[in-house]
């Protein structure tokens, strides 16, 4: 068969989390996309649970609802109305309360709703062009658009490629984009409980030496875990009886008796996630940009992994409708360093205060635990402090893009 040559406005490589909500940011502004993702169109829209659950901050609620998503994932997304932060079973912790910022802190979501969701917008968002499962296997950049090879031989002609192939991408390699990868040396153990006392919307975040220990309300009764643990020990706690396994979470969460969650048990399968820090030296080449984690990939001490990657979404999405309403390249390279210069500081300053965070939480070392605790029991009695942290883990400072700016203020 001769294989397919097509043309597009924009060729989105990866339809994940991150790349189809692009899509549909673009499409909604009159543009035309093709997204190419290995994955078959019935996976994406299956429900098969991959065990993680995401924080999804309100600046991402803002997106995901103009693109049309968030009314098909709300039914499951839970609203995050307490935040408890603390170390270990030591006194002095830090409680976040949403009465206090007057909305819900964000939501947990199941990441197999969040991508069903992004998935039903898709098919009724007219503009878009799904390949898959198909695969850029390669792209020669030419004046004026780049050509992109599929794994079926076909080619396609854009003036712009977005890579939004995840923190394994193997197009910013191919872009010559250097990127830095630092591993933690730690894994997380990801898997959902039930339990018999209602959360009411509490979600923990409690630290051990080997790293933090997240509870994350869902819908229902439940809680998704992310419980961070040394490469070795994760190994070993993944393999436990169910018994044994339930008694280890039992222990962190806290005496059935008295604890908020009263009873836990695991269900479904385990899932564990090595982690690693990437960043990419550069969101840009010519005629490329990198969004999501083929951009960064963050710790997930603080869950804001996706939320950084929505914000490329509507930063990029701005200036590209920008760039067309306009009749401009949308490959030019001004708009490109725009993109880049505007996510520069936020990508970076998110990347670094999780790693600090991290570095400063996950140790044994003699006076941190005092000092730690003295810094809990400070930012406690500092509602203004306080004030401005929740802020900024609703993704709600800075520069926004239009998309996520208030509709009322
Ligand atoms: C344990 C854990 C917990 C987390 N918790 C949170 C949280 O609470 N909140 C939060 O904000 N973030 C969280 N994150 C981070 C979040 O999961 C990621 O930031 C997010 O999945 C990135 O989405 P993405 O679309 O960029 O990449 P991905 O989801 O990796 O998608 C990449 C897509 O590209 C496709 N692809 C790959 N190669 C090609 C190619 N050559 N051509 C075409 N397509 C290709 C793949 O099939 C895939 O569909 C967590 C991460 C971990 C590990």
């Not at 009159?30 to 309100?58: H, K, M, N, W």
């Not at 191919?174 to 919307?201: D, K, M, N």
Request: charged share 20%; hydrophobic share 40%; with cysteine.
């Amino acid at each position: 068969m001769q294989p397919i040559s097509d043309t597009t406005e924009i060729l989105i490589a990866g339809g994940g989390l991150v790349g189809n909500a692009l899509a549909l940011a673009l499409a909604q502004g009159g543009l035309a996309v093709t997204v190419v993702d290995p994955l078959p169109r019935e996976q994406q829209s299956a429900t098969a649970f991959d065990g993680r659950t995401s924080a999804i901050s309100q600046g991402s609620v803002r997106i995901l609802d103009h693109v049309g998503a968030w009314r098909h994932i709300v039914p499951e997304a839970q609203p995050i109305h307490d935040i408890r932060v603390c170390e270990e079973e030591k006194s002095g912790f830090v409680h976040y309360s949403d009465r206090d910022v007057g909305e819900p802190f964000g939501y947990i979501v199941p990441n197999h709703i969040l991508r069903r969701g992004l998935y039903q917008a898709l098919q009724e968002m007219p503009g878009i062009t799904l390949r898959s499962p198909n695969k850029v296997t390669g792209f020669v950049t030419e004046p004026g658009h780049i050509t992109a090879t599929l794994d079926d031989g076909s080619t396609l002609r854009a003036p712009l490629l977005i890579a939004a192939d995840g923190r394994f991408s193997g197009l910013r390699d191919q872009a010559g984009i250097p990127h830095r990868v630092i591993s933690y040396g730690q894994t997380a153990i990801v898997c959902v409980i039930e339990h018999t006392l209602p959360h009411h919307g509490l979600a923990l975040e409690k630290f051990y030496p080997a790293g933090p220990f997240a509870l994350l309300p869902l819908v229902g009764q439940r809680s998704g875990v992310v419980w961070t643990e040394t490469d070795a020990d994760a190994a070993h706690y993944v393999d436990l009886p169910e018994d044994a396994f339930n008694a280890e979470l039992q222990r962190r969460v806290g005496d059935p008796a008295t604890s908020v969650w009263g009873q836990v048990t695991a269900i479904g399968k385990r899932f564990s996630y090595p982690l690693k820090l990437m960043h990419a030296e550069r969101f840009i080449a010519p005629r490329v940009a990198l969004v999501g984690d083929a951009a960064h990939g963050i710790h997930p001490i603080a869950g804001q992994g996706v939320n950084l990657g929505y914000r490329d979404v509507a930063v990029l999405a701005e200036l590209l409708i920008d760039q067309r309403r306009l009749g401009l390249d949308l490959g030019a390279t001004a708009l490109l360093e725009h993109y880049q210069r505007w996510r520069r500081f936020d990508s970076m300053s998110m990347t670094a205060s999780t790693d600090l965070l991290n570095r400063l939480f996950s140790n044994r070392l003699p006076g941190m635990s005092l000092l730690r605790r003295t810094g809990l029991r400070m930012v406690e009695h500092m509602p203004r402090t306080k004030k401005f942290f929740m802020r900024h883990a609703m993704g709600l400072v800075g520069d926004l893009p239009h998309m996520m700016r208030d509709k009322a203020a």
